[in-house]
């Protein structure tokens, strides 16, 4: 177990170091809040396959992203009526009826602030005779000492690589460390799986690190400063997710320049330049995805239109 990484005086699950869990993100001490255990067919092919991956999607979020579109569950108050399970034997049973309908694959969904809970959740689901592929879906601003602690439960890293300007970081994310702490982590994960992606005879992934960025509009340079410290920092051949599916959530107030999705010439540029860099491995959205992946938790179908 993780006990040792929270103390009276320090929760120690990410860089904030906040004096005690919670207290930055909101998340509660006392028991874990889970918004919903739900199969999700839109993350990458090698992890939804054909059947959707079933993903964990954990309350609150260390990062507090000003334009977060989980906004709903995301943040430091979350509505009690978007909680849907309180416990890990409930977030166990949860996840082993979905993957009787899924892929034998479970994301840990912004799991940072209960990263002490992955192993009674993963080995919980090993006591029923269940061995998904575990994905460890995060945003990037993480500890190196918990990514250490955790491995053993982890089979595939799936971290977000938001900011490479440490001031945009500072102003969307109240975090302005994140490039150093991102870059700590993304360093990690890469020295436990390296840059391969092995797959099964079905084309899912059983092992590896994928890395999200998300394209944000007005700010190209943070995007070519992400991929450039990607391809000549860690490596040409890790597996990268260049996202287009920005868009301004609504009820939100936002700086001029998050008011709009990405347009053609942005995502232009941070096509060509990833091309540039050699990051030949991995996936790029098309720029209609703005339209798309625009979950509501207060629906049963969460990531549906209608």
């Known amino acids: 177990m993780l006990k040792e990484m929270i103390s009276n005086t320090k929760c120690g699950l990410c860089p904030r170091g906040c004096s005690s869990r919670g207290d930055f993100c909101g998340a509660c001490s006392a028991m874990p809040e889970v918004a919903a255990v739900y199969a999700h067919k839109g993350e990458e092919p090698p992890i939804s396959g054909r059947k959707g991956i079933t993903n964990i999607f954990f309350a609150h979020c260390n990062l507090q992203c000003i334009y977060c579109q989980n906004h709903q569950i995301s943040r430091r108050h979350t509505e009690p009526n978007l909680i849907a399970l309180r416990s890990v034997d409930q977030i166990v049973e949860a996840t082993a009826q979905s993957l009787q309908t899924t892929e034998n694959m479970v994301g840990l969904v912004s799991a940072t602030q209960y990263a002490d809970l992955v192993p009674p959740i993963v080995e919980g689901l ?9 994905v460890y879906n995060c945003g990037g601003y993480e500890l190196p000492s918990v990514l250490q602690k955790i491995a053993p439960y982890i089979d595939i890293w799936l971290p977000d690589f938001k900011y490479s300007d440490a001031e945009l ?40 690190m994928i890395v999200r960025h998300l394209v944000l509009p007005g700010q190209i340079e943070n995007t070519l400063g992400c991929l450039g410290w990607i391809a000549q920092e860690l490596s040409q051949k890790v597996h990268v997710s260049l996202m287009a599916q920005y868009y301004p959530p609504s009820g939100i107030q936002l700086p001029d320049q998050l008011n709009r999705p990405l347009n053609a010439e942005e995502y232009r540029q941070a096509t060509e330049r990833l091309h540039a860099l050699g990051l030949h491995r991995g996936w790029m959205q098309e720029l209609e995805a703005s339209t798309n992946y625009r979950p509501d938790f207060a629906k049963e179908n969460i990531f549906s239109s209608k």
């Open 169 to 208: 970081a500072r102003r969307y994310s109240n975090a302005p460390d994140y490039p150093q702490r991102a870059q700590e982590a993304l360093r990690t994960m890469f020295q436990l799986v390296g840059s391969n992606l092995p797959t099964d005879d079905n084309g899912l992934a059983f092992r590896g």
């Open 126 to 134: 090993w006591a029923m005779g269940l061995h998904p592929t575990v």
